[in-house]
């Protein structure tokens, strides 16, 4: 096993997803074609959790992927590449680690708080502290940035760098770097998508904690009925946003995930030869839109709350309908790779 | 959802359109490029009229005296004591008495540098609100 960069310049891939997208991307550059969602299925992303103790900005986290960081560690393990990763306590050392290692020409991965980027639009500028990006080179003090959710390549100086890797609150970053040392010399990519739907499944499925999985997706939607009372009528439209903004909003690639995983199961199987991947591809594609059609309701909602037959009974019923939906699936899924 | 599905219904994306994993016609899987989706901007909207909303009550009680301008600061960058106590490094009962006028007007230039730093204004800046 050996590093085998490729000698080209660094090719800038766009992404779905920051995580996902990153890994994948670095990947590519190191000679393993991979696309987004099988990076984003083998890293097992899929997740749901409905945290409501949680606070996110006052809001409850409703998270539908699993934690940040996961999704590159079963990736590693599963393709038998391995990553160097480095945390720092101090931020001019953490950054002259970066330049050291940029400066052999090796791009490396960082995740950075989405608040302090300056190239970041408004209207997704909030403390999002696991954001990933690529440094992939520098000139003096401006650094070479392929951001995978933005359309094209961008500089970032080194302060405000410096304060993205280091920024504080939840999730922080520790200025945390990676990149892959290691890539094997071909690799199998049958036993890895097996392990990946395995333990979405098994989370999904087999944990017996109300708060996650298709258990969680219904602690939510008998939660949803209750928001009105529970938050007022003034400020509920506003955690009802806030529910949309998590699943639809930049990175989730539509549906809470759901599109980029049926987008997986359909690449799984042609590499696989399986064909009961593709059945359950579509299954998976009708949920993420039914997770959509929740988003289209509850906008409406957020908009005018007197609007005929929307209501939150009929929200809570649309994600209860998925919950239904995703506990078969996963259990149809769980027969195929057990 | 399927490749002619997906919504252009235009929003302040700038360069970080949505993307969406989506068939098209023959049945392959292609990245598609969304130039926004309607109910997300008006959940988006929704939540930033509720900062700004925030935002001017805060300036009225600093124009009151009841808040000092580092309240005002800390909520234009949505941040709260907790966060903003992680940055400057103090611990959080602190800066929240910083956030009254007669613990703001106690602070020294040290201090005061330290949560102009955070912000990236300068003290003079810190020290007004508009």
């Known amino acids: 096993m050996t590093l085998k960069k490729k000698d080209k310049d660094f090719i800038h891939r766009i992404s779905a997803h920051c995580e996902s997208g990153s890994i994948a991307s670095l990947l590519c550059n190191y000679g393993i074609e991979v696309s987004e969602p099988l990076v984003?299925?083998?890293?097992?992303?899929?997740?749901?959790?409905?945290?409501?103790?949680?606070?996110?900005?006052?809001?409850?986290?409703?998270?539908?992927?699993?934690?940040?960081?996961?999704?590159?560690?079963?990736?590693?393990?599963?393709?038998?590449?391995?990553?160097?990763?480095?945390?720092?306590?101090?931020?001019?050392?953490?950054?002259?680690?970066?330049?050291?290692?940029?400066?052999?020409?090796?791009?490396?991965?960082?995740?950075?708080?989405?608040?302090?980027?300056p190239y970041v639009p408004d209207i997704v500028r909030f403390h999002f502290n696991a954001h990933n990006l690529i440094v992939y080179?520098?000139?003096?003090?401006?650094?070479?940035?392929?951001?995978?959710?933005?359309?094209?390549?961008?500089?970032?100086?080194?302060?405000?760098?410096?304060?993205?890797?280091?920024?504080?609150?939840?999730?922080?970053?520790?200025?945390?770097?990676?990149y892959p040392s290691d890539t094997p010399d071909?690799?199998?990519?049958?036993?890895?998508?097996?392990?990946?739907?395995?333990?979405?499944?098994?989370?999904?499925?087999?944990?017996?904690?109300?708060?996650?999985?298709?258990?969680?997706?219904?602690?939510?939607?008998?939660?949803?009925?209750?928001?009105?009372?529970?938050?007022?009528?003034?400020?509920?439209p506003l955690y009802l946003g806030h529910a949309i903004r998590m699943q639809e909003e930049i990175g989730t690639g539509g549906g809470g995930f759901r599109l980029m995983y049926a987008a997986f199961l359909h690449e799984a199987a042609h590499i696989t030869g399986d064909d009961r991947y593709l059945e359950m591809s579509k299954r998976m594609m009708a949920i993420g839109d039914e997770w959509r059609e929740f988003a289209l309701h509850g906008a409406r909602i957020c908009k005018n709350r007197a609007s005929d037959g929307d209501n939150f009974d009929r929200l809570s019923d649309i994600i209860l309908d998925c919950a239904g939906k995703e506990y078969q699936l996963y259990k149809d899924l769980w027969e195929i790779v057990r | 959802m399927e490749k002619k599905d997906v919504p252009m219904d235009g929003g302040k994306y700038g360069g970080f359109s949505h993307k969406y994993y989506v068939p098209d016609e023959n049945g392959d899987y292609v990245r598609v490029l969304s130039s926004g989706w309607e109910p997300l901007n008006i959940a988006n909207d929704k939540f930033w009229e509720s900062v700004s909303e925030d935002l001017a009550g805060v300036l009225e009680k600093v124009k009151k005296g009841e808040l000092s301008p580092l309240a005002y600061h800390m909520n234009r960058h949505m941040m709260d004591a907790k966060v903003l106590a992680q940055y400057v490094g103090l611990p959080r009962w602190r800066v929240k008495r910083h956030l009254k006028p007669r613990g703001f007007n106690s602070l020294d230039d040290e201090a005061l540098k330290r949560y102009a730093s955070v912000f990236n204004i300068t003290v003079e800046q810190l020290k007004e609100t508009p």
């Open chain 1, 137 to 178: 080179g520098r000139n003096g003090n401006d650094y070479l940035i392929s951001d995978p959710v933005c359309e094209v390549l961008t500089v970032c100086s080194r302060k405000d760098l410096m304060k993205a890797r280091f920024c504080k609150g939840a999730m922080a970053p520790k200025g945390v770097m990676y």
């Open chain 1, 186 to 236: 071909n690799v199998d990519f049958l036993p890895a998508i097996r392990k990946g739907i395995k333990e979405v499944c098994h989370v999904m499925i087999h944990v017996p904690f109300p708060l996650i999985g298709v258990w969680g997706i219904k602690t939510y939607a008998k939660a949803l009925k209750k928001w009105p009372e529970k938050y007022g009528e003034r400020r509920v």
């Open chain 1, 40 to 117: 984003f299925g083998i890293g097992s992303g899929l997740f749901f959790g409905y945290f409501s103790y949680i606070k996110m900005m006052e809001m409850p986290l409703i998270a539908f992927r699993n934690m940040p960081g996961k999704i590159m560690k079963n990736t590693a393990k599963r393709l038998g590449v391995r990553f160097e990763i480095f945390t720092f306590k101090d931020p001019e050392k953490g950054m002259d680690a970066l330049d050291r290692t940029i400066d052999r020409g090796i791009p490396v991965g960082i995740r950075a708080g989405l608040y302090w980027l």
